[in-house]
Every structure is written in C-alpha cells, then in structure tokens.
C-alpha cells in the first residue's frame, strides 16, 4: 500500500525520463509486499520488453487489493494493453523472467545494507541517496536543473 501511496509521484518524474535527463530503476520487491506482488512485478517486466512497463505497472496497482493476479486476468491485461500476448505470456512464464525477479531481492539488499536503511518498501534514491516521498521530485529537479545551468 505505500508503494501505490508513492505511484503518483514516481509517475511526475515522467517528463524528466522521457527527456532523458533521468534515468528510474526500477527493482520489484516481491516477497515484502503482499499478494500479487510476484505476479505484478513479472507482468511489468514482460510489459516492459514492449515499451508498455508504466501502463502495466498502473494496471497492477490498480488491481491492488481488488483483482485477483490469475493467468487468466494477466492475460486479459496484457490484451488491453495492445501487447503481443502470445511474447508476453511466453515472457510471464519463463524461468528468466523469475530470477531476474528474484534477483531484484540481493540487489535491494545491498543498496538499503550500503545506506544503514532497512529492508523495507517503498525506498527511493536520487543520485546514490536516499529519498523520501514527498521529496523525490523536488531532489530530482534540484538535480537536472544544476546539471542544465
């Protein structure tokens, strides 16, 4: 529920990415959130090798605590969202589509161990340093607009 709290502004940083003054990484964390998390972070990964990662990412945070993540409703997101269903399926199932899911965890790990954060969502850094919400699109224009003078 917080990571839906932050969604809002996450997506204010849009302009700034798709200008390419910004670069998001984003890291599914699914084993601290609660159901649906596994299946929301493999289905924006799969949307994303089809240029559709933020309309999927809405759509499973739109879902959050209402819609059940079944195949069957994966599938009819992926539809919706115009996305070849037959790739992206394909994609949702494979054992490379879980590690690297499953990786995102060691990686979490580490960055919030190098911070002295714990362990916990949602976290944001800006240029190696961690953010709050309500401060992330205020540090990250405070960033590009130092960088354009």
């Not at 059940?68 to 992926?78: D, E, L, P, V």
């Not at 992206?88 to 002295?116: H, I, K, N, S």
Request: glycine share 10%; hydrophobic share 40%.
């Amino acid at each position: 529920p917080h990571c839906l709290d932050l969604q809002p502004e996450m997506k204010s940083l849009l302009p700034f990415i798709r200008d390419g003054n910004v670069r998001l990484i984003f890291v599914p964390i699914y084993n601290i959130a609660g159901e649906g998390a596994d299946e929301g972070a493999r289905a924006a990964v799969c949307a994303g090798r089809q240029e559709e990662f933020f309309e999927m990412h809405d759509v499973m945070f739109h879902w959050q605590g209402t819609t059940g993540y079944g195949n069957r409703n994966i599938r009819s997101a992926a539809d919706q969202l115009g996305l070849d269903v037959d790739t992206f399926m394909d994609c949702y199932g494979a054992d490379e589509t879980e590690d690297l899911v499953r990786g995102a965890e060691a990686f979490f790990g580490a960055e919030m161990d190098r911070l002295g954060q714990r362990k916990a969502t949602p976290r944001v850094t800006v240029d190696g340093a961690l953010s709050g919400p309500g401060q992330v699109y205020s540090d990250v224009e405070e960033i590009v607009l130092s960088t354009q003078s």
